[in-house]
């Protein structure tokens, strides 16, 4: 699970200890994704990290990696605050 606190920037990344979704539910365990939310908040109130200028490195894609499939990478990405995203899988890098 990742936080991020929008007026510092700082975030965490936290690793959920219990499984709290299924295959057919996100959140199919209610107890153990608020276990794994009050960690994360608690890291994230203890001061998390903070990244000046985050860019994200895609180095492994399992399936088909088009033009279609990057265009919609880098738009979660940017939706996640992080603004470029460079592609090094097999062929070299791809900005």
Known sequence: MQ???RG???????????PFSSDAELIAHQRFF?????RALR???????????????VV????????????LI????R???IEDTIFDVEQGADR
């Open 3 to 5: 936080l991020e606190q």
């Open 8 to 18: 510092s920037d700082r975030f965490v990344d936290q690793r959920a200890e219990f």
């Open 34 to 38: 608020e276990d794994t939310l009050v």
């Open 43 to 57: 890291k994230l109130l203890e001061g998390g990290y903070w990244l000046r200028y985050p860019i994200a490195h």
């Open 60 to 71: 492994r894609f399992d399936g088909d990696l088009n033009d279609g499939t990057k265009d």
């Open 74 to 77: 880098r738009q979660s990405f």
């Open 79 to 81: 939706d996640a605050g």
